[in-house]
């Protein structure tokens, strides 16, 4: 049994994204982290204010991964996290960004040869069509319908949380229901690698190798993974040339196209870039809307007429990960509140669970106001502090840091952002300009502060 916290945790994460749907794990797993290893006692730390709500909802479901690891032997605890919901933050939808690889010493592997299953929820029919992946459904569907005649490989790019995963999978469950009894397998690199590193050590090659070459279609999530994993690139590249020498079809999705992936081998690269490739980019409002309201059609959701999807389609640009979570939050925060879901409940939701601007699209500046309060909130200072004639370090400063902010990220002329601070004439917002430019490049602390502040205030960068 392998007595190696990280391993351990990077399976549980692993199999407990296997038990939950993709927006549950998000929502409410993703932000747990690793607490310690404390004899047969798996430590998980949670965000304070949401660690009853995980214990009620998903203790039986962490229990039950635990078990399935390591039988009989881990018992998991939920703390609290000390640093509070920042501190669990992450960029979205960066899943699997820790790959797991099993040590070296591990007497017995935790993952068995079993592969990912289908979500049978994502289907063609429930994908969203709209400008950004016109291109890639076409595409994935024309493979679904003559595997290995259309593009072979189909190579799926685009930023995390986008739908490649749905894609993929639509090709799988297509095949496996009108394709005359084709065999598909579906897996990611990440689970690619632990089972060919599991048959290396269980000397089991030959089954692997018949698993993987043995199919009709074959499915190959979040290949980025694959960078400087030179056993399972090598692994690969035979499985790949198998398929292909005997007419099947290779699916692939990774973040970024193959000719990015720096550490990849010039002959894999050109496999990669044999057949076709598609992109996907960042929903239109239009997707996003339709994405929401099928959602909320679909699970029988009840709302106000009062815009309240357009809302949160206007504010939850990044991707549709993100649109589905910020609707269940706001669906569950109505229910715990017992309150109606309108517009006001989402703006409520949004600004505490994103902060004020943090979730704004990117093409729309933060206002003056909007800056004012968040630098204002970030030094612990009321905005009028901020704005008053008070000259004390511990107010000219954060005032110096939010002017220079207004003049990077709004398009406010000088004079304008004096009188939003004070009514302070526009030599004044210049000397402060200057003043804060130099500090930053002088002092890590304030080049940190305004780098985290900026992101606040342009939106996380995926
Ligand atoms: N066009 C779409 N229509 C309907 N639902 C979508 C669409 N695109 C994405 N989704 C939904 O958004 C969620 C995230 O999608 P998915 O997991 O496929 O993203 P991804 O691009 O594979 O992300 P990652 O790179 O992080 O793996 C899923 O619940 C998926 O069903």
Redesign the pocket.
């Known amino acids: 049994m392998t007595t190696d916290p990280d391993h351990i945790w990077t399976c549980l994460q692993a199999e407990l994204r296997r038990r939950v749907?993709?927006?549950t794990y998000d929502i409410w797993l993703e932000p747990l982290r690793f607490g310690g290893l404390e004899g047969d006692l798996l430590v998980l730390l949670a965000p304070a204010e949401v660690r009853t709500w995980i214990e009620q909802r998903f203790a039986a479901v962490l229990q039950a991964a635990g078990r399935d690891l390591l039988p009989g032997a881990l018992r998991i605890e939920l703390r609290p996290l000390a640093d509070g919901p920042a501190a669990a933050a992450r960029p979205r939808?960066?899943?699997?960004d820790a790959p797991t690889t099993p040590g070296a010493g591990d007497a017995k592997p935790l993952f068995g040869p079993e592969t990912e299953r289908l979500n049978p929820?994502?289907t063609f029919e429930?994908?969203?069509?709209?400008d950004a992946?016109r291109f890639a459904?076409a595409a994935a569907l024309a493979v679904a319908e003559l595997p290995a005649q259309a593009y072979n490989p189909l190579f799926i790019v685009?930023?995390?949380?986008?739908?490649?995963?749905?894609?993929?999978h639509s090709v799988g469950n297509y095949v496996r229901a009108y394709g005359g009894g084709m065999t598909v397998r579906y897996t990611t690199v990440e689970r690619f690698t632990n089972e060919f590193l599991s048959a290396l050590q269980n000397r089991d090659v030959e089954a692997f190798k018949q698993r993987y070459r043995n199919n009709d279609v074959l499915l190959i999530?979040?290949v980025q993974f694959l960078e400087r994993k030179v056993k399972t690139e090598e692994e690969l590249f035979h499985t790949f040339n198998a398929l292909h020498e005997t007419g099947s079809q290779l699916v692939l999705?990774s973040?970024r196209p193959p000719r990015d992936m720096d550490a990849l081998q010039e002959r894999m690269r050109q496999r990669f870039e044999s057949g076709l490739l598609v992109d996907?980019r960042a929903?239109d409002e239009a997707?996003r809307l339709t994405?929401l309201r099928?959602r909320v059609h679909h699970d029988g959701i009840e709302l106000a007429e009062d815009g309240v999807l357009e809302l949160i389609a206007d504010r939850v640009a990044e991707?549709?990960?993100g649109?589905?979570a910020a609707l269940i939050r706001v669906v569950a925060y109505a229910s715990l509140t017992d309150a109606r879901i309108d517009r006001a409940l989402a703006e409520e939701v949004l600004a505490q669970l994103y902060g004020p601007g943090a979730q704004r699209r990117r093409t729309d500046p933060p206002t003056l106001a909007a800056i004012q309060q968040l630098v204002a909130g970030r030094f612990g200072l009321s905005r009028e502090e901020l704005i008053s004639a008070n000259r004390t370090a511990r107010v000219a400063w954060p005032r110096q840091l939010a002017m220079y902010l207004a003049r990077e990220h709004t398009s406010e002329s000088l004079p304008a952002i004096g009188r939003s601070f004070g009514g302070r004439d526009h030599s004044t917002v210049l000397h402060a300009c200057k003043r804060a430019a130099d500090r930053l490049g002088s002092d890590p602390e304030a080049y940190e502060t305004v780098r985290a502040l900026t992101e606040q205030l342009t939106g996380p960068h995926a």
């Open positions: 749907p993709a927006s939808g960066a899943r699997g929820k994502f429930q994908f969203v069509i709209g992946n459904h685009g930023p995390p949380g986008v739908g490649k995963t749905h894609l993929l999530d979040d999705t973040d996907i929903p997707t994405v099928k991707n549709i990960r649109l589905e």
